[in-house]
């Protein structure tokens, strides 16, 4: 299964500490594939988040996001910025996208800004979250802010646009689209009627 | 609880087919509030719904339908008009409320736009609905369009706005407020908690 994601998305947050034990549990495989909703968002008209841009939605959506948090036994903070920049994180799970720890560091980074309301486009939280994992961070924030990584997030995110997605987080099953952590179980549900065709 | 809701909202479909009987195995009370989220997107500053405006989501809206409903065992063809008018309705709705077959009438008009494709905002299917109940169609639709029933679902769509209702389905537990078909049972699970206080 596909898992788009920005780190910048509160949704994605629900998804990210999730995801990883359903498939455990179903014996489905994640591919943690971060973009960037900025680009997305801009490409439909809207200059920020529709949180940001609808008043009453926005409101809304904080008070839904505790109580989501409680229901599934998450942290939570409302953070003091949003939506928070996330390149730097985007770029170094793009690059270590088939490493057995991205799940990990993924669930670091949106810790960080969902519950600790850490700057996480920033060297030093990137850097942290990499040494935690035992990881030289020099090397590994080379790797993705090089030129070639950082057009390949461009491209990821042309294509997630060009698949039809519109917000994050999304799944993927085939050619199956899920949005939305309300949509997670029922994207494993298909998952594994795929498997069993 | 209060469930609002509109006769041309697909996803109010959905928890309109399903509240009831969630209610009966959990001892809650329904109460059926018609709003207009015609004039609610207006104060939003959207001229239709969200699924007209933004061609993503409409686009995606519709799997998710389909699917929706085959999980909930709910029939489903996508109405070749959306969204549908449906004053006439929500009217007989409002002036229909403290009687016991209200929730029935809703279920009844909602099949009508939702499975059979028709235009449920006219004298002739409001009518045919009524009699399937047994009750005198033309008495109640004397109710329904009188000049005071008119201003209190404007008054009613007003209060829903104030309220900071964005869309439909919503439910108000006391005074929390759970948006979308998805949070029905969240909304009910607040209610169990609320009465064993």
Not at 35 to 61: D, H, N, R
């Amino acid at each position: 299964m596909e898992f788009w994601f920005d780190f910048g998305s509160n949704y994605s947050y629900l998804s990210a500490m999730r995801i990883e034990e359903l498939a455990h549990r179903q014996g489905e495989r994640v591919q943690w594939k971060p973009m960037l909703l900025g680009p997305i968002f801009k490409s439909l008209g809207w200059e920020s988040s529709p949180f940001v841009l609808q008043k009453e939605k926005g409101a809304y959506v904080w008070t839904d996001m505790a109580r989501q948090c409680a229901k599934h036994g998450l942290a939570w903070r409302k953070p003091s910025v949003f939506p928070r920049a996330s390149v730097l994180p985007a770029r170094l799970a793009l690059c270590a996208g088939d490493e057995p720890w991205v799940g990990a560091f993924c669930r670091d980074i949106f810790t960080r800004n969902f519950v600790f309301d850490q700057d996480i486009d920033s060297v030093q939280h990137v850097s942290e979250a990499l040494e935690a994992l035992g990881l030289s961070a020099s090397m590994w924030i080379e790797r993705a802010v090089a030129v070639s990584n950082k057009d390949k997030l461009r491209s990821e995110t042309e294509r997630a646009r060009a698949l039809g997605v519109f917000g994050a987080p999304t799944f993927f099953v085939g050619q199956e689209m899920f949005w939305g952590n309300d949509r997670l179980e029922d994207a494993f549900d298909a998952a594994r009627a795929a498997d069993a065709q």
